[in-house]
């Protein structure tokens, strides 16, 4: 039988006491509520970073997105490299595959447009930018010169001495994403050189054309001699740069000048080197004009561009050319 004193608690306040006693058990986690949910950070008080960033250059002011696109569109690799020392919007916006892309495809125009995809994807990893840097190529916004010397004896005046020469010369070769390049032996400097090497040299300049393929880096490339005894030259070339991308030397293997019959070759724009691609280095088809394998005076070839033609270091006189030219 139940007490008579008995206290009798109505339902809600017996809810509510057993609510304030899980209170005490259960520990409160508040931080679970913001997994998922992105907060910002906030930086300290005074602090750079708190305050809203505004762009202080004049030209982001002035000029949009879209047209400072444009002007990076046509604008050379090696200019893009040096914009891209400018600042960092400009080095986020030149990263943009559409600019390599275009210059790849240029460049290796022979390889065709497929071929190219293909090798971007499976040796480059899809960047372009990084095919730019890492595969070899021909550079074409310069001259590749190769400076050469050697000794001729001269006319002795008096019996005690006996004088010497040392005749100094250049190669020049200009090469064209085409396929197509230019070439020339000469004494004159860099600077003189650099105004005739185009198509439309006349032959009073002595600026031979021929073709070239590049496989690798291995470059080779022919050339015709016109005249009474036809004579093809014959040059095979190593490519490798100085940093990544230069592409800014040319290590000659081999040079053979042979001759070659009227009926084979008798036009200097044709395609001399599909001619002789399959001689051997000894193989002449001109009994006037034997092959000679030139082992001498083999130095290798040192890029200049366009723009540094006036100031290049094979400018100077040959006594003081020896100090500056790089191998």
């Not at 002035?62 to 891209?84: H, I, K, N, T």
């Amino acid at each position: 039988m139940a007490s008579d004193f008995a206290l009798s608690v109505p339902d809600e306040l017996e809810s509510a006491l057993r609510l304030k006693a899980v209170h005490y058990f259960v520990t409160k986690r508040p931080w679970l509520d913001l997994y998922g949910v992105n907060v910002r950070p906030v930086a300290p008080v005074g602090s750079v970073s708190r305050k809203p960033y505004v762009d202080p250059a004049l030209i982001h002011h002035c000029l949009p997105d879209e047209l400072l696109f444009e002007v990076f569109a046509r604008m050379s690799p090696y200019d893009l490299g040096r914009a891209a020392c400018v600042c960092r919007k400009w080095k986020y916006t030149i990263r943009n595959p559409v600019f390599w892309r275009g210059a790849c495809l240029k460049a290796w125009q022979l390889s065709g447009v497929v071929e190219n995809y293909k090798i971007v994807q499976s040796k480059y990893e899809g960047s372009w930018r990084k095919m730019w840097l890492l595969r070899p190529r021909v550079r074409a916004d310069g001259l590749y010169v190769s400076r050469n010397t050697y000794i001729r004896a001269g006319v002795a005046e008096w019996k005690v001495t006996n004088p010497v020469h040392l005749v100094c010369y250049f190669r020049y070769m200009r090469f064209f994403p085409s396929g197509r390049f230019l070439y020339k032996n000469s004494s004159q400097k860099v600077k003189d050189v650099a105004k005739c090497m185009n198509f439309r040299a006349s032959k009073t300049d002595c600026v031979f054309r021929g073709h070239f393929t590049l496989s690798d880096d291995q470059v080779e490339a022919a050339v015709l001699y016109p005249g009474m005894r036809p004579t093809v030259l014959r040059i095979r070339l190593r490519l490798r740069g100085t940093t990544a991308g230069a592409n800014n030397r040319m290590d000659p293997l081999s040079l053979v000048t042979s001759g070659v019959d009227d009926n084979e070759a008798n036009n200097p724009d044709e395609d001399i080197l599909g001619v002789v691609e399959g001689w051997q280095d000894d193989e002449s088809h001109n009994p006037d004009v034997p092959a000679v394998s030139h082992r001498r005076g083999l130095r290798p070839f040192v890029f200049i561009p366009f723009e540094e033609v006036e100031t290049s270091v094979l400018n100077l006189p040959v006594e003081k050319m020896d100090y500056f030219v790089p191998g």
